[in-house]
């Protein structure tokens, strides 16, 4: 968990430094980067969990990835409600955050 952390952190870090990743973030509606952020967010955490449990990482990994997922499908639903606004960018931008941690973690296996 230590290590997803710091490396977690160290994304963020290195993305809000850089003078051009900073404009780019900026340019991306502040809704959409919370999504993203949740999303890695429920991932790393749905991982770690996991993993704990089986000690295998397959399984961990794409019960991390489902998780996030599953949490931005449900925030749309709970949107198309009337409480929200319905949007299907969001539950692509929490499904890529999702992603996120799943794709780093493969390549590191």
Known sequence: MKTLVIILC????????????????????????????????????????????TEKKVPSL?????????????????DATGKGNRDYKDFLWTSTGAAMPSVSLVIRL
């Not at 959409?32 to 770690?48: C, D, N, P, Q, R």
């Open 62 to 78: 794409a019960f991390g990835l489902g998780m996030g997922m599953l949490a931005g499908f449900a925030k749309e639903l709970y």
């Open 10 to 53: 160290g994304l963020i870090l290195t993305c809000c430094t850089s003078k051009s990743n900073a404009q780019l973030v900026s340019k991306i509606e502040e809704d959409k980067t919370k999504h993203f952020v949740v999303g890695v967010a429920i991932s790393m955490l749905s991982y770690e969990l996991m993993y704990r449990k």
